[in-house]
Structure formats: C-alpha cells, structure tokens
C-alpha cells in the first residue's frame, strides 16, 4: 500500500465512520425529539460545563510554557491559547494533525524548533495518559462489584482467566522479540517506547514539575466535571451517580480518538454506557449530542477566533522578520 493511498484512509476512514454513526445515531431518536430535549435543557448547566471546559483548555495552554521554559523558550500566553484551540479546531477536520499544526505555530511565530515543540506535546499526551488510567481506576474500584458482576454474567470466569494468562504470556513473548530483534519493527518499537519513557521522566525533571502536576490534575478535574455537571440539563440523566457518569466519561473519552472530534461516536459511546446501568437510550443520546454540540461550538467559535487572530497578534513580530 503507497504511502498516499495510507494517508487518505486515515482521513477518510474516521470521517466516513463519523457520518455512519451520525446518520445511526440520528436513525434511533427522531430530530423533533432530540429538538425537543434541546429546547427544553436547563441551559445554565450547559452554559457550566462549556466554561469549565474553557477553563481546562486555558490551564493547559499555561501548563505547556512550563515544559518549554526549561528549553529556553519563554512563549507568549495568548499564542499558546491561541495554538491550543488551534489544535482542537484542526483535530475536527483531520484526526492527530491538530498536534502538528500546534507545534507548527510555536515555530513560526516563537521560533521554538518544530522537532522540541512536538516533543513536549507528546510528553504532554503522556500525562494525560497517566490521568485516564487513574480515573480508568478510580472507577472500577467505586464499582468493582458490579463490574465483576457484569463480566461473571457475560462471560465464563475460567475463559477471562486463560484469557489474561494468554496475553501475558503474548506479551512476554513480544517483549522478548522486541529486546533481541534488529528488525525495522522492532527499532521503531524501541524508540517510540524509549520516547515514552524518556517524556515521561522529562515531567520529574522539569523545574516546575509541581505547578505542572497541579494544572494536569486541574484539567481532568474540569473534564470530568463539565461531563458532570451537563448531566443536570435533562431531567432524565440529573440523578445519576457519579461512578456511572466516569463510565460514561471514560466511553465518550474514548471515542474521540475514533472519529473527527468525536462526531457520531461521542452520543453513541454515552448511550453503550449508560445502558449498562438501565438509562433508557432516548435522554442518553440526547445527553450526548448536548455535550458534544456545546463544547463543539465552543472549539469551532474559539478555534476560529484563534485562527484569524494569531497573525495580527504577531503583526509585529512578522514586520520585523520581513
């Protein structure tokens, strides 16, 4: 397969998923009716959750001059602002490209070097990692029994445990390979996971490694509570305990990486997890298509707003390079 043909999958395939599950989505709940849960939200939580969600998106982009600082780049606040609505405008159109398109701002108008830039975004996506599994662990300690429960129920005890012994011993396997190997694979493997491991440590290393943890803990704060407090706009879904809107958050986290900005997925992954706990589908995908539309807008206002100021923010900057 060329090289061009990958690359148009890769593009294409997310956004075709997208409009499936759009049009799937849309095929299981009337428009009136999802008009109708839309007219009568109590937008005051929408409205919440929107600015909690800017508030994560600001903490970020002040987080990212922490781990440029030590490369000797002291960057601007309103262009990594302006880059991090960027990123999350550009994701929509192509998945990943975003963090390319991030990186790309920083050289052009901070004349920080487009290898170093990407390099702390990635050790930025390592952080949030981290944080997905503590909250991945957070919740199935706050549900451990009916999780259990749920797998007992679904499937065979004796089968998930030759299941798990089958995939530790896979994986002992490939580790093994990779450590001898001098394959083309096995190289690459090497270095993207020596990549982790060296952007990880580069956190600890930092000199405001703390202020750094703090705002890491801050933005998923905010995340979680944006999905949580948006939850209070229907009627249907403001009771629900907080353990099952982390599952949910967890599923629609998830799908974001599936589709262009989560378009489709985002409603769809609410609704499998909701179901698990009896939520009947009709407030859930509304639910969904409410969260999603509102942080959407925000990031198209935002990220458009971004993208027409960056350069007369940096008119002066541009002037003097010319």
């Not at 490209?97 to 050790?123: C, D, H, M, Q, W």
């Not at 202020?211 to 403001?238: D, G, P, R």
């Not at 009709?282 to 509102?294: D, K, L, Q, V, Y």
Request: aromatic share 16%; with cysteine.
């Amino acid at each position: 397969m060329s090289i061009k043909t990958k690359r148009t999958l890769k593009i294409a395939l997310p956004l075709l998923l997208g409009i499936f599950l759009v049009w799937y989505s849309l095929s299981q709940i009337s428009v009136n009716t999802l008009l109708k849960y839309f007219k009568n939200a109590h937008y005051y939580w929408v409205f919440l959750g929107v600015f909690l969600g800017f508030l994560s998106h600001l903490s970020r982009a002040y987080r990212w001059r922490f781990q440029l600082e030590p490369l000797g780049y002291n960057i601007k606040l309103g262009n990594s602002i302006m880059a991090v609505f960027t990123t999350y405008l550009i994701n929509y159109t192509i998945p990943r490209a975003g963090e390319v398109a991030r990186a790309s701002i920083l050289t052009n108008y901070e004349n920080v070097p487009f290898e170093k830039a990407f390099g702390t975004i990635v050790a930025e996506r390592i952080a949030d990692m981290f944080m997905m599994l503590v909250i991945i662990s957070l919740t199935l300690c706050m549900e451990f029994q009916f999780i259990y429960s749920f797998l007992i129920e679904k499937f065979n005890p004796v089968k998930i445990l030759l299941a798990l012994v089958f995939l530790l011993f896979v994986g002992f396997l490939l580790v093994s390979f990779i450590k001898k190997s001098s394959s083309k694979i096995a190289l690459k493997i090497k270095t993207f996971l020596t990549g982790i491991i060296a952007g990880t440590l580069s956190i600890f290393k930092m000199k405001k490694k703390w202020a750094f943890l703090c705002h890491t803990l801050f933005i998923w704060s905010m995340y979680v509570l944006m999905f949580y407090v948006t939850s209070f706009a229907i009627e249907e879904t403001n009771s629900i305990s907080f353990s099952t809107i982390l599952i949910g958050f967890i599923a629609a986290s998830f799908s974001i990486a599936a589709t262009n900005g989560g378009i489709g997925s985002y409603p769809e992954a609410i609704v499998l997890a909701f179901l698990l706990f009896n939520i009947p589908e009709e407030p859930s995908r509304a639910f969904g298509w409410i969260m999603w539309s509102s942080q959407t807008l925000m990031v198209v206002l935002l990220g458009g707003l971004s993208l027409f100021l960056l350069p007369i923010f940096n008119r002066k900057k541009t002037t003097i390079n010319k």
